[in-house]
């Protein structure tokens, strides 16, 4: 009996694995038209209502003589400044893969200040 309790136990275990492995691989791409807003707030209310879990992506399509596209921290994101080195090959691809907030800016002058920056929300799977 004890056996059985033990095997069926493993079993869920493997399951339960097994559907979390299958859920970040079947993650889903976001494509962010990543441009100039017209407005400041665009890309405030660009992902409103998106619920994005572990595993899923966003992938910023852009005009790389124009745009680039970093990922910064929240301090970096209030002041429109990056520490690491942008993306400018204008089809960069970030991986979701821990829960939390998220900041993206571009850092052409002027541009994220005018509001290309975007934030997401993501939740754990
Ligand atoms: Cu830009």
């Not at 660009?46 to 619920?51: K, R, V």
């Not at 745009?67 to 921290?73: G, I, K, P, T």
């Not at 002041?79 to 690491?84: D, E, F, G, N, P």
Request: net charge neutral; glycine share 8%.
């Amino acid at each position: 009996m004890v056996m059985v309790v033990l095997v069926l136990a493993l079993l869920q275990l493997h399951s339960v694995a097994g559907a979390e492995a299958a859920a970040a691989a079947a993650g889903k791409t976001y494509t962010v038209a990543w441009n100039y807003p017209f407005q400041q707030n665009f890309y405030t209310h660009w992902n409103q209502g998106t619920s994005y879990v572990v595993g899923d992506r966003l992938r910023f399509l852009y005009n790389n003589k124009f745009h680039n596209v970093v990922r910064v921290n929240e301090e970096e994101f209030l002041a429109c400044k990056a520490s690491a080195v942008p993306h400018t090959d204008g089809d960069t691809v970030f991986h979701l893969n821990h829960p939390g907030r998220q900041f993206y800016i571009c850092t052409h002058f002027g541009h994220c200040a005018a509001g290309m920056k975007l934030e997401v929300i993501v939740n754990g799977a």
